[in-house]
């Protein structure tokens, strides 16, 4: 190879290493703006998972005081279910007694309306009891 054919290959070579760096320096721009642009995601990504943390325990609180507040309202309820059950037994007896009374009251109405009319004899008629 002549001198003059290796130095047109040596100046192709550069020319081709030289586009080749060109086309790396581009792609390594690119990366550039890719790595700042997943940077700021990050970033962002960051501070949704500080808010979400936030949230999160903000949530967790409510469900806790809610959790409290189902707790106590079941201790009431039950409390309230002996005074009820105790309130229906007096209920039942109140019945059991009111109808005791009116059996009674039923048995003695005959007796009640002939004294009546013993009582009213007397007193109208000036009659003596039999």
């Known amino acids: 190879m002549t001198p003059e054919e290796q130095f ?3 100046e192709n ?3 081709a290493l030289l586009s080749m760096q060109a086309h790396h320096d581009a792609a ?10 997943l940077a700021g995601s990050q970033q962002q990504t ?4 500080v808010v979400l943390a936030e949230n999160m325990g903000t949530l967790v609180r409510k469900v806790d005081a809610l959790t ?3 707790d106590t309202l079941s201790d009431v309820v039950r409390q309230h279910e002996g005074k009820i059950e105790a309130l229906r037994d007096l209920a039942r007896h109140t019945e059991a007694k009111l109808k005791a009374l009116i ?3 039923d048995a ?3 007796k009640i309306d002939a004294l009546i009319d013993t009582v009213d004899r007397i007193i109208r008629r000036g009659e003596q009891p039999s």
């Open 108 to 110: 003695h109405e005959g």
């Open 8 to 10: 047109t290959k040596f």
């Open 46 to 49: 960051d501070a949704n998972l």
């Open 28 to 37: 390594i721009r690119d990366l550039i703006t890719v790595s700042r642009t």
């Open 68 to 70: 409290d507040k189902v």
């Open 13 to 15: 070579s550069i020319h």
């Open 103 to 105: 059996d009674t009251a």
